[in-house]
């Protein structure tokens, strides 16, 4: 639809002839239109012509007749309200679910902005991935109402609404790998609802299982409804010796553009079976429970999430557990920030990245200061994936290993002369700092450019800190910022429609003793986030 804050077209608008066009045609971009290119099919139809007429005849009216829209088109708006829409093929999915994601047809009052609102709400119904295909054309309305259309929405319903994917992954750097299954039924019921349920499962005794349903519109709801039921199992003893194990719901409660609110209830039981953790480990072991609400606001405006060249991105998640009078509840407030920015440079497609995120979080409660923060809800930086499309908070720092930087605590000591000093535990942070910078340009190959392969240069920089256990005292501005971490490098970037493929030589510029960092060669396989 036309932009509601811009100027009026100082042109007066165009009344609209229904006699103008016949027949059928497609809702083609208004920039595409060519005179020389016209179909003999028409976006209106009419009542049919006399039989004597030849069909030469006919189609030369028609062409001419298309010509002359178009050319009042392109001078200025053409006026057009729509009488009717009409929906036809929906033999199972209830009208209602269609008429949700079509109200922005019938506010059009220029044929412009008919078909501009007409591919957003083409777009909208494929994506509620219940239709094989969607076709909408345009008829005249009738005959006494000037300047009127009716609006037809041609839907296929999905042929085989079961479908199902199998796949293996790996994870080089914790030498890794995954099996992944998940199955799909839609349109169960007629109300666009669509049912999956998967199963992961990883070598190295990680595991989830869960089903879930969305409806696109739930009881006059305005926005979708999720839940989703999961089983989860996560082993951590490499990295802080132990494993987690959940049983929960989730329940997304809103969700639109920008905006996105959540609700999560999980029962978790965190276990050591190595029996070697370390006693900030130990004390957190055993059951508890999660009652959280999340809200997330998101604005977007980069041309592309995997090589954003131009835009910027903004990202708040605030969390706050604790939503059960149940003693073993966890009750915390966690608040992220991700400030990212794209600069175009004007050669090579070159363009600046810069970005800067932020995370805290506390417990709440009497005394809350002097208790300590849930470990699975700490901060940790570091894996094999690009910060540049982890998008939401400190994550990830390029030339870091996974939960690779931060507080550490020996573990417990075997009582063995010969036996080696004991392994730490990486434990996290209640605070956490990161920032980023990447030139990415194109090299001088037409071949690679077609493909989008392009090179690129970055820095960062990250660090976290505690809070919790009255560590705020000893908090202090400058040693936080003479003890960030950071590293430098330059790679190649091979994109694909699904995923970013870095192959990068890291530079490691600071890191602490027991830091899990290396310079050297590392290959990065990121999704955006």
């Known amino acids: ?33 060519d005179e020389e290119e016209i179909e003999d099919d028409a976006a209106f139809n009419e009542p049919d012509q006399p039989k004597s007429r030849t069909a030469e005849e006919r189609a030369r009216e028609e062409k001419g007749k298309m010509a002359s829209l178009i050319r009042r088109m392109q001078s200025g708006a053409v006026s057009l309200r729509v009488h009717d829409v009409i929906i036809n093929g929906n033999n199972k999915t209830k009208d209602y679910i269609i008429e949700a994601e079509v109200e922005a047809l019938k506010n059009a009052s220029t044929i412009q902005d008919l078909l501009r609102a007409s591919s957003a709400v083409n777009m909208r119904l494929q994506a509620l991935e219940v239709f094989d295909s969607v076709a909408i054309r345009l008829d005249s309305g009738p005959p006494e109402l000037p300047d009127t259309t009716n609006v037809i929405i041609e ?12 796949g293996a992954y790996t994870k080089a750097e914790a030498r890794s790998y995954t099996v ?53 199992s996560q082993d951590w003893l490499k990295f802080s010796s132990y494993k987690e194990r959940s049983l929960g719901l989730s329940l997304g409660l809103f969700s639109s553009s920008h905006h996105d609110l959540t609700y999560n209830l999980a029962w978790r039981n965190l276990t050591d079976p190595s029996q070697l953790s370390s006693k900030t480990i130990r004390r957190q072991l055993g059951h508890n429970l999660l009652s959280s609400l999340k809200y997330t606001f998101k604005i977007d405006r980069r041309n592309s999430s995997l090589r954003p060249t131009r835009g910027y991105s903004f990202v708040s998640t605030t969390q706050i557990g604790g939503l059960s009078p149940d003693s073993r509840s966890l009750r915390f407030l966690r608040q992220e920030f991700d400030l990212r920015c794209a600069i175009p440079l004007g ?32 901060f940790f930086l570091g894996g094999n994936t690009s910060p540049l499309c982890t998008l939401g908070g400190p994550t990830t ?3 870091f290993k996974t939960r690779g ?11 063995d002369e010969n036996a080696d000093p004991p392994e730490r535990d990486y434990l996290g942070g209640d605070l956490a700092v990161s920032a980023l910078a990447d030139l990415s340009f194109d090299l001088p190959f037409s071949w690679l450019r077609e493909k989008g392969i392009h090179a ?74």
């Not at 970005?355 to 005394?367: E, F, K, M, Q, R």
């Not at 930087?405 to 075997?414: K, N």
Request: proline share 6%.
């Open 155 to 166: 839907v296929v319903e999905t042929a085989n609404p079961l479908s199902g994917e199998i």
């Open 180 to 232: 992944e299954g998940s199955l799909k039924y839609k349109n169960l019921f007629g109300y666009g609802d669509i049912w999956d349920g998967s199963l992961k499962y990883g070598c190295d005794h990680s595991a989830e299982v869960s089903a879930g349903v969305s409806l696109p519109r739930f009881k006059g709801l305005v926005t979708p409804l999720t839940a989703r039921a999961y089983l989860l």
């Open 347 to 378: 050669f090579y497609c070159a363009a600046l990245n810069l970005g800067v995120s932020a995370g805290v979080i506390l417990p709440w409660g009497d005394g809350f200061l002097s208790r300590p923060s849930s470990i699975p809800e700490r």
């Open 1 to 33: 639809m036309s932009n509601p804050e811009s100027k009026p077209d100082p042109k007066p608008q165009k009344p609209f002839n229904a006699t103008d066009l016949d027949e059928e045609d497609d809702l083609d971009d208004l920039d595409d239109l």
């Open 456 to 529: 690129h240069v970055f820095a960062n920089a990250g660090n976290v800190a505690k809070l919790t256990e009255n560590e705020y005292r000893n908090f202090s501005t400058r040693k936080f910022m003479e003890s960030i971490r950071g590293s430098v490098g330059v790679g190649l970037v091979i994109p694909t429609s699904l995923f970013r493929m870095e192959l990068n030589y890291c530079h490691i510029l600071k890191k602490n003793d027991y830091d899990r960092a290396k310079s050297g060669i590392w290959l990065t396989f990121s999704a955006p986030s």
């Open 397 to 399: 720092l390029w030339g």
């Open 405 to 415: 930087l931060g507080l550490t605590e020996p573990r417990r000591q075997i009582n």
